[in-house]
């Protein structure tokens, strides 16, 4: 599977964005899918996950009410609804399908990698 990133960018604190990552692949729906983010000088961390159906999903407690994470099967598509921006959320995030099809997973459990998107959030 093939991952595409897009819908980082520069947004002030309590903004508002959503990434969205496109899949190719017949497999995306067999999987589950999440997202990670890696800030400067830090290890890359899970941010959240959804399983294969779309019906469970898994945060951070860093992210939970914050963010949301959503999925559409027919267009091989992940997204993460990001809302009330931190200037700790500033990092590169990357989509991930993971190897299973559970909601909660961390590096070593994906499969493949997106390219990661910026996501810059100002004071």
């Known amino acids: 599977v093939q991952l595409q990133a897009s819908g980082g960018g520069l947004v002030q604190a309590g903004g508002s964005l959503r990434l969205s990552c496109a899949a190719s692949?017949?497999?995306?729906?067999?999987?589950?899918m999440g997202w990670f983010r890696q800030a400067p000088g830090k290890e890359r961390e899970f941010v959240g996950g959804i399983n294969w159906s779309g019906g469970t999903t898994y945060y951070a407690d860093f992210v939970k009410g914050r963010f949301t994470i959503s999925r559409d099967n027919a267009k091989n598509t992940v997204y993460l609804q990001m809302n009330s921006l931190r200037p700790e959320d500033t990092a590169v995030y990357y989509c991930?399908?993971?190897?299973?099809?559970?909601?909660?997973?961390?590096?070593?459990?994906?499969?493949?990698w997106g390219q990661g998107t910026q996501v810059t959030v100002s004071s």
């Open positions: 991930a399908v993971s190897k299973t099809v559970f909601a909660t997973m961390s590096g070593a459990d994906v499969g493949s």
């Open positions: 692949g017949r497999t995306f729906g067999s999987y589950a």
